[in-house]
């Protein structure tokens, strides 16, 4: 195994032992479903605990788990000691949140020594047909010599 | 009692009711603590479903709690048959988030017949000490002849 | 000329018409490069009026013209009597902005009836480079019955 | 003079010496009104040159002075050989901007070594009357070893 392919696992093993410490993502059922560097991807399954009122995905889910994979977006091109922090991020939302299953996707733009800019998107899955319901932009910390997610 | 006060006991149900059915917010252990026109305050003790890895609130539970804040806050002013949907809102991290719960206030800085606007903060408490954690400003929609929240 | 070509050149002459309108956008030296359903482009020539004190383009130059761009991308799908309001937008300036213009891009993400939601990018054009310098997003209202911009 | 009083006189000159080279500011015709620790308000007599299509002023006009006077509240606060860049900030329209000029104020919320975030608002007067037009959230950071504004 080469040393790029060696670096490629351990960022990915580093977001995941990362993510699954994470109380509130494990509570919730989120997983993370792809990892590359500089995009994450996050699955949220339809759940009581992650719906509103109506039965639809609760605007604090779809917040929480594109915020989620904005970091670990920005995480992944990381050095291994470094943390990241979230230092703000906006979310517009565009279209009701139904269906079974929620993804959100987050993909820096902007890497930085110190900022990392990230824009994202969260799906909604109903059936077969998917439905962009919120758009997200952010800006995220690195925290040197720190080794997880801060945020 | 006098129509005002039967107006806001009204109100303060509408908003409990209304909170207690969403099925995120009982499971994150959230509760309403204050309601006034206009205002609304949201606590959440501290518990694993809500933390991130290192034992800090998760970004994710402080984005939710908040947008809630705001959106009843703007929903207090409503009329019973309407409805309020988070257009967008934004969100900045100033403090680690520690301590035995945090506390979420939302305030109507502009209340419109279509759009209304808020800003809210989220305070850490630890011990006897409280540290502002998170600041917000945030946009929402007043649907007409829906007696709900929707966000 | 078809009616379909007839509605084109009708909303790019009315972008444009309103445009030239705004002594804030003629004075700094805009100008209007591209219109199409859903988008539009606004270019900035560097000039002593849009700079800030290091011979950069002035961030309030930038955010200026990126809000326009997107309110221009959101009018361009309206009816001919509709107006545009910016509700609100975020940038995020990612790179310093020098060169001998600016170009901004404005995209409609979400169309809708009384809300609608853009993206946009500013990028500084240096001799033959292109450098995306600031990221945007957006909330529009539409007025209905009022057959210009208003932001 | 006590040094505290000059290192006030100091930062409050540094300010105003910044301001004056934005071209940008000085064709609009914006001045600095205040200068305080953390805090800045800048205003913007009517003209022309910062006006929209119907008279108001432009919303790119209100985003750069609020801007701009975050910024210096940021700016304020840092030592003397430090510069202050614009990182993000969020602006939310919420009535129209008319009048004879507008007052922007910008206050530090939250300081810090790299970020500092402020919170602004801008009032337009129009003969006695005083109208909140916008809010604005923003991040700033903080250039070592750079003695001016970059943003």
């Given at each position: 195994?080469?040393?790029?392919?060696?670096?490629?696992?351990?960022?990915?093993?580093?977001?995941?032992?990362?993510?699954?410490?994470?109380?509130?993502?494990?509570?919730?059922?989120?997983?993370?479903?792809?990892?590359?560097?500089?995009?994450?991807?996050?699955?949220?399954?339809?759940?009581?605990?992650?719906?509103?009122?109506?039965?639809?995905?609760?605007?604090?889910?779809?917040a929480?788990?594109?915020?989620?994979?904005?970091?670990?977006?920005?995480?992944?091109?990381?050095?291994?000691?470094?943390?990241?922090?979230?230092?703000?991020?906006?979310v517009?939302?565009?279209?009701?949140?139904?269906?079974?299953?929620?993804?959100?996707?987050?993909?820096?733009?902007?890497?930085?020594?110190?900022?990392?800019?990230?824009?994202?998107?969260?799906?909604?899955?109903?059936?077969?047909?998917?439905?962009?319901?919120?758009?997200m932009?952010?800006?995220?910390?690195?925290?040197?010599?720190?080794?997880?997610?801060?945020?």
């Amino acid at each position: 195994m080469n040393d790029f392919k060696a670096a490629m696992l351990n960022y990915q093993d580093r977001v995941r032992e990362s993510f699954y410490k994470q109380g509130m993502m494990v509570h919730m059922g989120a997983d993370v479903s792809e990892v590359r560097p500089g995009f994450c991807e996050v699955q949220l399954p339809n759940g009581l605990q992650v719906l509103q009122q109506h039965g639809l995905f609760h605007g604090g889910a779809i917040a929480a788990i594109v915020d989620v994979a904005g970091g670990y977006a920005a995480y992944s091109l990381f050095d291994e000691d470094d943390g990241v922090l979230t230092v703000e991020f906006k979310v517009n939302y565009i279209a009701p949140a139904r269906g079974r299953k929620l993804i959100a996707r987050g993909e820096v733009v902007k890497p930085g020594r110190t900022l990392t800019v990230t824009r994202g998107e969260v799906i909604a899955v109903e059936d077969d047909k998917e439905t962009v319901c919120a758009l997200m932009q952010q800006t995220l910390m690195r925290i040197n010599g720190r080794d997880d997610i801060k945020g």
